[in-house]
């Protein structure tokens, strides 16, 4: 299984930034994607930018030109760099990882999620 730890949530006023940063650590053959969601009050949870293990992302409409995923695969470590934040950014953001486990010969994929890290953007 794979550990995320989230770090680097806050309250930033509008027009700020913050970086976010999530750490992988367990037993695991591969960590094959990496991404954050997030979560307000009272809506779903949704995409915010994915990364894979070859560097392709993928972003939220509404985070585009704004936020810049990034990843370390030496390190199993994925940030979220978050510029010209909003008011409508504010939320629980968690920290996904897609992983393979080898067992018995056969590749297995699973999922785990972080605890989430508060951002507040409000001035």
């Known amino acids: 299984q794979v550990q995320l730890v989230e770090s680097g949530g806050g309250l930033v006023q509008p027009g700020g930034s913050l970086r976010l940063s999530c750490a992988a650590s367990g037993s695991f053959y591969s960590i094959y994607d990496m991404g954050w969601y997030r979560q307000a009050p009272g809506k779903q949870r949704e995409l915010v930018a994915t990364?894979?293990?070859?560097?392709?992302?993928n972003y939220a409409d509404s985070v585009k030109g704004r936020f810049t995923i990034s990843r370390d695969n030496a390190e199993n470590t994925v940030a979220l760099q978050m510029n010209s934040l909003k008011p409508e950014d504010t939320a629980l953001y968690y920290c996904?990882?897609?992983?393979?486990?080898?067992?018995?010969?056969?590749?297995?994929?699973?999922?785990?999620w972080g605890q989430g890290t508060q951002v507040t953007v409000s001035s």
């Open positions: 990364i894979t293990s070859g560097g392709a992302t």
């Open positions: 996904r990882a897609g992983f393979q486990v080898l067992k018995g010969g056969l590749f297995y994929r699973d999922d785990s």
